[in-house]
């Protein structure tokens, strides 16, 4: 675990001397300034999870030294020594932003309680501020994951009994099909599921950029680099970690977090030494990483340590049943949040979604029944308001059945075509009637009564 960054300012060398001798033991990273100005310059340049600031000192006092810096401080929790101790300038030093007050002389047991609790509150703070930026979204582990065919409870099985490991964990799936849920899933249902979840895309950012944002970097590091600044390892320590798109890394990039896996710390840019660091790993990819190891595009070593165990997420197209249930789901999301009162989605707009290939999976889905719900005037999604791609595709893959039909009767018509949809709903269930019966919308009495009229025994 990295050590907390700590800065002592006090004009006096004693004080300074004692204070880092005695806190050093404590896993604290040590800085310290004689004062304010010497200070300012210092968390210009660096960050600190803590001070321990005096108040009386020359050139700029403690007081002044925290009105000056509110921005620079916002992050940081300082607390207040000194001599002169009052509750009146215990009252100002708070009202400056300062976080306790200690008066001078102290006993060691009152430095480390108080900066207990102020780890203790900053902790809080954190988890309170994440917890307000992810109000309204579901939070709730795999819940989240929606439908019940056997293709998607099968992973989240897989998923539930890996959650409480620190085991490495690949994802692995086309686009679209959720592999981000599954992750967030594993880490609320770990014993890290009180930390920040952090996620970040390893193909969208340049090889150079994704090193500093994973391990951060240091002062004068390179050109722009105008102060410390902390990587996702570092942010994520004693949590988890989600590397999506991980077959995207560049070789260089494949190299150092195999590093990361092996030796379980980092080094951030610019610097000669090393932090421990704590974080759980689950990476995602759309490619094959086999086959990309057979191509020499991506390390063979790297391949076998992410791939502890391996999650493949199934396509839409292989868990078609769980599309009605997705359609709901989205409909009420976007209920709430478009201001709309759509209900639900006529027959004819579900057939034509049910044929459908969807080689975006669930996202794709997602934006089809969005893009409805705007184009629809009803509470309906109706077939006009389904995208033509995808109408004119299941016109295209429709081979059988009705296309081939040559007369104009419309009851003879709508009887084929009731009977080929019987046959693809017992075909997609594996032969289970009450399945079938589920994803045609009718009752079960009513396709066994359609199976025998229409001679479907088999």
């Not at 995602?284 to 990309?292: G, I, R, V």
Request: proline share 3%.
């Amino acid at each position: 675990m990295h050590k907390k960054r700590l800065l002592i300012v006090d004009d006096e060398e004693n004080m300074r001397h004692m204070l880092k001798a005695m806190l050093s033991r404590y896993e604290y990273a040590i800085s310290a300034a004689e004062d304010g100005l010497e200070a300012t310059e210092i968390i210009s340049r660096s960050e600190f999870d803590f001070i321990l600031c005096d108040i009386r000192m020359p050139k700029m006092d403690g007081l002044s030294f925290l009105n000056q810096n509110s921005k620079l401080l916002y992050n940081t929790t300082v607390i207040m020594m000194s001599a002169y101790g009052s509750i009146d300038l215990a009252l100002e030093a708070m009202k400056a932003g300062a976080y306790d007050f200690i008066s001078k002389p102290f006993k060691t047991d009152e430095v480390l309680l108080t900066l207990k609790k102020a780890e203790e509150r900053e902790q809080l703070k954190r988890e309170n501020i994440y917890l307000k930026k992810e109000l309204g979204k579901r939070t709730d582990g795999f819940l989240n994951i929606i439908g019940q065919s056997k293709a998607i409870r099968s992973t989240i099985d897989l998923a539930e009994k890996v959650a409480p490991y620190t085991t490495t964990v690949l994802v692995t799936g086309e686009s679209g099909t959720g592999k981000e849920l599954i992750a967030r899933g594993i880490h609320a249902a770990s014993p890290r599921a009180s930390k920040r979840f952090f996620a970040i895309n390893c193909g969208s950012i340049p090889g150079d950029l994704l090193e500093t944002e994973l391990f951060g970097y240091l002062k004068g590091s390179f050109t722009g680099a105008d102060k410390d600044k902390k990587g996702l390892f570092e942010e994520a320590d004693g949590s988890t970690l989600f590397l999506d798109e991980v077959g995207e890394l560049p070789m260089a990039m494949q190299v150092k977090l195999l590093r990361v896996l092996q030796e379980n710390e980092i080094r951030p840019v610019g610097a000669s030494y090393v932090t421990k660091t704590d974080v759980r790993i689950i990476t995602a990819t759309a490619k094959n990483l086999h086959d990309e190891v057979g191509k020499g595009t991506f390390r063979e070593d790297l391949y076998y340590r992410l791939n502890v165990l391996s999650i493949p997420l199934p396509p839409l197209r292989e868990r078609i049943d769980d599309l009605p249930d997705l359609c709901k789901f989205f409909i009420e999301k976007y209920n709430s949040e478009l201001n709309c009162s759509v209900r639900n989605i006529t027959p004819e707009a579900m057939s034509v979604l049910l044929r459908h290939h969807w080689p975006g999976n669930i996202r794709e889905l997602e934006n089809v029944i969005q893009r409805g719900m705007v184009l629809t005037d009803e509470d309906t999604i109706a077939l006009n308001h389904i995208p033509q791609t995808i109408t004119d595709y299941t016109k295209c893959t429709a081979k059988d059945g009705l296309l081939r039909y040559d007369g104009y009767s419309i009851k003879y018509a709508q009887k084929q075509l009731e009977a080929e949809m019987i046959e693809m709903a017992l075909e997609k269930t594996g032969g289970n009637k009450s399945k079938a019966a589920t994803l045609l919308e009718i009752s079960y009495p009513s396709l066994l009564n359609k199976i025998k009229v229409y001679d479907l025994q088999k």
